[in-house]
């Protein structure tokens, strides 16, 4: 940092050299491997990052890092990241060094502690403040003391969702009191002018007080009493505004001066009661047995499965940990079924947590898949009832049947066409129930695919064709007509969607039965099968898995093969060209090319042994191939570890975006996966694109990946957590009745007493730790509530504009607090 002062200029500057991190936790997979990478930040500002270090929980950096410090700060903070390209990189964990203390760090190699990561940990910005404490003497002579508190600016508030529209609320707080003021909100900036003035009474009015000084019982008053400063966004969010960092201020200090101004910089809330049941949950994945983690338990306590899968879904979906708790509630419920035709049928909390994830994760989906057709169908109005009973004079039943099938058919193709838009999300899900159901039944080798249509098909598609106003595919409920045809449409897609043997047999009504002999059973079902291939298929498998490799998509193909030593190989796959002439249309070979879930192959001709294989995992990036790298249309490119890159030339331009899809849509999980690509070969010593002559440039272009834009949703992580304590507070009796049977079944060996037998307790041991968290935590957060509503009801007055006189539900409220003030004095 420059500072000029009568001809001098100073410089800070700083040195760091950032070596390794060790025992970083493990990724929520099969994989359980990191890329990490680090960043050195003044306060919240980056200013380096180091490389990024691949599959490794314990990463070696040794990265040297000087830069001249330009400005003031109050923190250096060094952040591990772990790089997700489809989704925003993960935060590890953090180290922050107070200015003040970097001198006890100089020359010396240190190790430090991560320290977890949250919003309010984050907090930036900073407040001038003026406090002007002053007394006012009555027309009686009674001297009472008044606080007038002025908020002038605020600089540097962080920017929320890309905006900034801040507030402030001023709170003069004590043991018996509480009041609370707020400023205007200032649109549009995070350096907002407020410049309102507050006025607080300090000590009220009293016969006895007409010194112009304090007296002894003014003095413990004020000491015990701040002023609290609160800066918020002001949010279009339905869940609230967004806190931005607080201040608290003692006013003990303003005895010794009654004026006070200041820059404060902005601090962390104080307190954040529901953190420990809000980790509690966040573990629930990780604990064995999963029947014994906290959001399990909430499941066996509530009434409904729905009520604990909605807070359940959004908050894990919000910490980004929805992937692994269901694969783990999943596994557990496969393990406890015993007949393979009844999986996932009932309506337990997996079935629930699904069903709730997709209907979050999937608007989008259904968005582009159904809409059109939707909106169609409810415009045109064609007959379509196939109901002998019900048809209107002058309908034909063949027509009507023919333009029901046509829609259905429609319908059909655009769902099987459509996995390479299934949210990854909803992907990884079916991949987990697809590897869970396919060990716990080895010997059914549809059951990997039934266990994903149940929901893909039964709980998703289905409904949405149904009811499309509840997906918001439709604004209203449809008319009589519209809502009949969707009706018999569902119920086709349903059926051919299920796989199931004898489908005929599924429908009650004859001439459904009948309808559905108009469809070619095989070709539907290899329809079905392939689409559920590759949405349950995913890029971090495990090449243990007891599965075989699943075909996705295969075609005959031109490539440009490099011979090398006589040898055709995958090594050797024009590597850029390495530089040399263009090639002509001699060097493009025409191959059969085939991808699996596993691998991409090509061989000379259909059914020949492979010439080359590219593990799924080895593929990075799948892009479009600009046309002037070698004079030649609908070309794109597979690019491999070691910047190897296969150059493909499709058929057709139709043809080459099928399989640009299907390969990102495989790889797409890849971790290591490309950010930026040359859309150029590498040609006559350059790359076309760029210009750049090193055969090791990094891309010049940002990867586009073929796939949809990620899905953000708008879930409030603190107000799920809220609603979960909610009901753990609702169902404490079956808690501790739960508790109970956690005593009862590790005293006795024996069958289970009838009513406990309703709760699903694999390890009563770890379960009764569990419980046991819950209850107290859930005990603690009660003892704040009642504090807060005591403190409430001895600041809130009957006649307010809230609470006007005859209000009797207040009359009540008080009724009731009165008791309960007395019942605990």
Partial sequence: MAVEEEGLRVFQSVRIKIGEAKNLPTYPGPNKMRDCYCTVNLDQEE????????????????????????????????????RDVFRRDSIIGKVAIQKEDLQKYHNRDTWFQ??????????????????????????????????????????????????????????????????????????????????????FEVTRPSSYNKKSQFDIEDVDEVDKMEIRV????????????????????????????????????????????????????????????????AAHILGEVCREKQEAAIPLVRLFLHYGRIVPFISAIASAEVKRTQDPNTIFRGNS????????????????????????????????????????????????????????????????????????????????????????????????????????????????????????????????????????TLTLISKTIQTLGSLSKSKSANFKESYMAT?????????????????????????????????????????????????????????????????????GMKNFKKRWFRLTNHEFTYQKSKGDHPLCSIPIENILAVERLEEESFKMKNMFQVIQPERRVLYIQAN????????????????????????????????????????ATADNTPGCTPCTGGLPANIQLDIDGDRETERIYSLFNLYMPKLEKMQEACGSKSVYDGPEEEEYSTFIIDDPKETYKT???????????????????????????YGSQEHPIGDKSFQTYIRQQSEISAHSI
């Fill in 515 to 583: 309808f559905y002999d108009y469809f070619n059973e095989q070709k539907y079902a290899d329809a079905v099968k392939n689409f559920l291939d590759l949405i349950s298929s995913s890029g971090r498998r495990d090449h243990k898995s007891i599965e075989q490799p699943i075909l996705l998509k295969e075609g005959t193909l031109k490539l440009t093969v490099k011979k090398v030593d006589g040898n055709s190989s995958c090594r050797f796959m024009i590597k850029r060209a390495q530089g040399r002439k263009r090639f």
């Fill in 114 to 199: 991560l320290q977890h990561v949250d919003a309010d940990s984050e907090v930036q910005g900073k407040v001038h403040l003026e406090l002007r404490l002053s007394e006012v003497i009555t027309d009686t002579g009674v001297v009472c003391h008044k606080l007038a508190t002025r908020v002038l600016e605020c600089q540097g508030l962080p920017i929320v969702n890309g905006q900034c529209d801040p507030y402030a609320t001023v709170t003069l707080a004590g043991p018996s009191r509480s009041e609370a003021k707020k400023t205007k909100v200032k649109k549009k900036t995070n350096n907002p002018h407020f410049d309102e003035v507050f006025y």
């Fill in 652 to 691: 057709n331009c139709v043809e080459a975006k099928d399989w640009i899809d299907i390969l990102t849509k495989v790889s797409q999980c890849n971790k290591k996966r490309l950010t930026v690509y040359h859309p150029s070969a590498y040609l006559n010593g350059h790359w076309l694109c760029c210009k």
């Fill in 349 to 484: 909390l997996t079935s629930k947590c699904i069903d709730e994830t997709m209907k979050l994760a999937g608007m989008h989906y259904l968005q582009v898949t159904l809409k059109p057709i939707i909106d169609e169908i409810c415009q045109v109005h064609k007959p379509c009832e196939i109901d002998p009973v019900k048809l209107k004079d002058g309908e034909n039943l063949e027509n009507n049947r023919e333009n029901l099938r046509q829609y259905v058919d429609r319908i059909f193709t655009v769902i099987t066409k459509s996995g390479v838009s299934c949210p990854t999300v909803m992907c990884d899900i079916f991949f987990s129930l697809r590897e869970s159901a396919a060990k716990r039944f080895q010997g059914d080798p549809d059951v990997r695919y039934t266990a994903v249509s149940s929901f893909i098909f039964l709980r998703f598609f289905a409904p949405a064709i149904l009811s499309p106003n509840l997906f918001q595919l439709t604004p209203h409920h449809p008319d009589p007509q519209t809502s009949r």
């Fill in 771 to 797: 419980l046991k968290l819950i209850i107290e935590g859930v005990g603690t957060l009660e003892q704040e509530h009642a504090q807060y509503k005591r403190d409430k009801f001895k600041k809130t007055k």
């Fill in 230 to 293: 609160d800066l918020w966004n002001a949010s279009n969010l339905k869940f609230g505004d967004e806190f931005l960092g607080e201040l608290r201020l003692p006013l003990k200090f303003l005895r010794q001066s009654s004026s006070y101004e200041a820059w404060y910089f902005l601090q962390p809330r104080d307190n954040d009661y529901y953190s420990p049941l809000r980790d509690l949950l966040l573990k629930s994945a990780d604990v064995e047995p999963v029947s014994a983690s």
């Fill in 47 to 82: 200013v380096f990052r180091t490389k990024i270090v691949e599959k490794s929980l314990c990463p070696f950096y040794g990265e040297d890092f000087y830069c001249e410090i330009p400005r003031t700060f109050r923190h250096l903070s060094f952040y591990i990241f772990d």
